[in-house]
DNA sequence: GTCTATACTATGATAGAC
DNA sequence: GTCTATCATAGTATAGAC
């Protein structure tokens, strides 16, 4: 095994959300979401992850039935944050479309900056899952992008936006929060919130909306 | 090892560019390539290529030194090809920075949906690889990169582009290309073209160009 | 350039003591 | 809940015949 590539992945104080307790499970899976995040599930082992952890392989089987039960905890709980922040944002929206796809955008891209290992692992390892692991995950994906999709065909109804092809511009939109991770740099000069802002403006103007 | 997942990746006539000669070597690039783009290349065995090929795996070894060396060989070709074509697209733009950021990001477009296996594998994979067997690839994809920031940073000192921040706005133009293997699928109502014209509407919508 | 056979290592997971 | 020990399998790669 190689000494991790992918120094673009940054150590991070809380990786996970808050919504997971403290404790042994905790750790495993913030040791198993850094080794995931830059070597992929396949390829780490469960040697690695006990090792991080400075635990015996065969510890880690109290708390999880298989390595593949670690990786459906990781895309769960990226997946229930995600979801839970874009309908707490639509929430204080109000009823205005520009409102609304702000408050989306803005949710989207605080989500994916504050969490950029678990939205990787979330995106590239969600197929390493057997389909009745990842199930509970993609409905939520999937309610995830009708959502912002229905705020913008409602917008084009009511003629305040007019995107060249709803669809397409939908994913575009998407697109700018998922890649974040992978030019982002927390640290830097652009701070989370400012991303943010220049997130939902893209989003607007691809819109075509007006002000 | 499961049947494989990722149904959406389809199956595809020409998954590799015609820069790749016929032959075993092509053969076994293109097996690898569906199998690294479906499966990941960890998740991805030599034994599961050769079967692919009808091949024993001791064969591969007479035309790639490693399994790695398989990767690296697709990451370069792709890497190669999405270069070459912005390449050309610069050539034929003019000197406007309209029809450049036209030209390239339809390029870029174009690229990402003529081969998506190809543009899956080059970016989920590239970091399998040793350092050095990425890095002549990296080179490539960091000029491209810069060939748009340039682009950008030149209209906006002419006085045409207006984005709210020139390497977010890049990241965000860039990333509409970079996911399209993830929703768009080529048989549909959207041909590559349309998708391509739309991409190039929605870039210079976010770069505020004015028409 | 492909085959058979095999060396050697790593892997996911379990048994049973404490 | 963690340990030691181990199993069964799968992994990359090589040797040598044809």
Redesign the interface.
């Known amino acids: 095994m190689?000494p991790l590539?992918?120094s673009r992945l940054q150590v991070q104080k809380e990786p996970l959300p808050r919504t997971v307790p403290e404790g042994t499970r905790r750790r495993i899976l913030e040791a198993a979401l850094r080794l995931f995040a830059?070597?992929?599930?396949?390829?780490t082992s469960i040697r690695d992850v006990a090792k991080e952890l400075e635990l015996q392989p065969s510890a880690l089987y109290s708390h999880f039935p298989s390595k593949e039960h670690i990786l459906a905890a990781l895309v769960q709980v990226g997946h229930e944050a995600h979801h839970e922040a874009l309908r707490t944002a639509m929430l204080d929206a109000g009823n205005a479309p520009e409102a609304q796809v702000r408050a989306l955008i803005r949710a989207h891209t605080v989500t994916h900056a504050t969490h950029p290992l678990l939205a990787v692992v979330v995106n590239?390892e969600v197929?390493?899952?057997?389909?009745e692991l990842?199930a509970p995950a993609l409905v939520l994906r999937q309610q995830s992008a009708a959502l912002l999709l229905q705020v913008i065909e409602r917008g084009v109804a009511l003629g305040r936006f007019s995107p060249?092809?709803p669809?397409?511009?939908a994913?575009?939109i998407?697109?700018?929060g998922?890649?974040i991770p992978y030019?982002?740099e927390p640290g830097g000069a652009?701070d989370i919130d400012?991303?943010a802002?220049?997130?939902a403006?893209?989003a607007l103007?691809?819109l075509?909306a007006r002000g």
Chains 1, 2 share one sequence.
């Not at 830059?38 to 390829?43: A, I, L, P």
């Not at 197929?127 to 389909?131: H, I, K, R």
């Open positions: 190689r590539p992918r830059s070597q992929g599930f396949h390829g590239e197929n390493a899952l057997p389909p990842a060249p092809h669809v397409a511009t994913a575009a998407s697109a700018m998922v890649r030019w982002y652009l400012s991303l802002n220049i997130h403006e893209l103007r691809m075509g």
